[in-house]
């Protein structure tokens, strides 16, 4: 059900450093028959990516990904991703080939509209069925890498960067189905956001079984050095629409849980006995603080 990982996902370089406490294990909250296993956050020596020390194994992450309700992907949540995707997509001439890899229901490329040429990988088949209903055409590993399939003006890489076994190879292909200066966007999480490194385990993009690492700005710039691409844009924001009070709400439990819980500290000592205050030291893990800008919008250009 488990594997220890004892090397780099993407450079398999086996020298990373521990970066974090012990995270304790969870149940997946979008499957909750799933318990992921407890873990540290190691820091690749060699490319800088941040990664689980334990996961699911791959027959485990197969089951995950087979009970996830594609349902709840499919809707316009008004994810300031999805704007700043479109925005970039539209300076495409209209017609212009894009690919979305892990395209999930078509939502980005449903809103694209159809005057471009909308093409998706989606290994889950009842998204695919909703994506083909939008009108995008779905195509298999196989398909894409094929001589028969041209070439993309864009491809999208949003949301899946996180979710890949091995990255690099899947990058370096879809860089090959680039045409010369097309480009290649990446959303993903920004480790270089999280503040507290402490706790770095226990922030909640980890807390997602399927997120196995996350990139920062040293990992991005590897990656488009590997590559040969240049960075064009880089762009550190929020993936989900932004509340002020849920903001605040977030940073405070936050700034309360890491007081309550410094050990010896006169102040946790006082806020620990407080009403209401106290009860941050019951608390199983870092409260979540997805409002935060903690995502990354990056496009690479094939030039």
């Known amino acids: 059900m488990y594997r220890e990982v004892l090397a780099c996902p993407v450079c398999d370089c086996q020298k990373g450093k521990r970066v974090s406490g012990l995270a304790g294990s969870f149940v997946c909250s979008d499957v909750a028959s799933l318990l992921h296993p407890e873990y540290t956050i190691v820091e690749c020596s060699t490319c800088d990516l941040y990664y689980k020390s334990n996961v699911f194994n791959t027959e485990t992450l197969d089951e995950y990904y087979a009970h996830l309700d594609v349902g709840t992907y499919d809707q316009d949540y008004g994810y300031p991703t ?100 097309g480009k290649l966007i990446l959303v993903t999480g920004f480790a270089d956001s999280v503040i507290s490194s402490a706790y770095f385990g226990e922030h909640w993009y980890f ?41 605040l709400k977030q940073n405070m439990q936050a700034l309360l849980y890491r007081l309550v819980r410094r050990p010896g500290s006169k102040m946790s000592s006082i806020l620990s006995r407080l009403p209401v205050v106290g009860r941050a030291g019951q608390w199983n893990n870092l409260p979540a603080t997805d409002q935060r800008k903690d995502h990354v919008f990056v496009v690479f250009s094939n030039e």
């Not at 894409?144 to 292909?173: G, T």
């Not at 040293?218 to 240049?230: S, Y």
């Open 82 to 181: 999805d704007r700043e995707l479109l925005k970039e997509l539209r300076r495409l001439c209209v017609g212009g080939r894009v690919l979305d890899y892990g395209c999930s229901t078509g939502r980005v490329l449903g809103m694209l509209g159809e005057s471009y040429h909308r093409v998706g990988v989606e290994v889950n088949q009842e998204a695919a069925k909703i994506a083909v209903a939008r009108g995008i055409t779905i195509l298999d590993e196989y398909e894409l890498f094929s001589e028969r399939c041209a070439p993309f003006d864009a491809i999208i890489l949003s949301d899946v960067y996180e979710h890949l076994l091995s990255p690099m190879p899947v990058v370096m292909n879809l860089k090959s189905k680039l045409v010369p200066g």
């Open 207 to 247: 807390r997602v079984g399927g997120h196995l690492q996350m990139a920062g700005l040293k990992h991005l710039q590897w990656v488009a050095e590997k590559l040969g691409l240049k960075v064009e844009k880089m762009l550190v924001m929020s993936h989900y629409k932004r509340v002020i009070l849920k903001l």
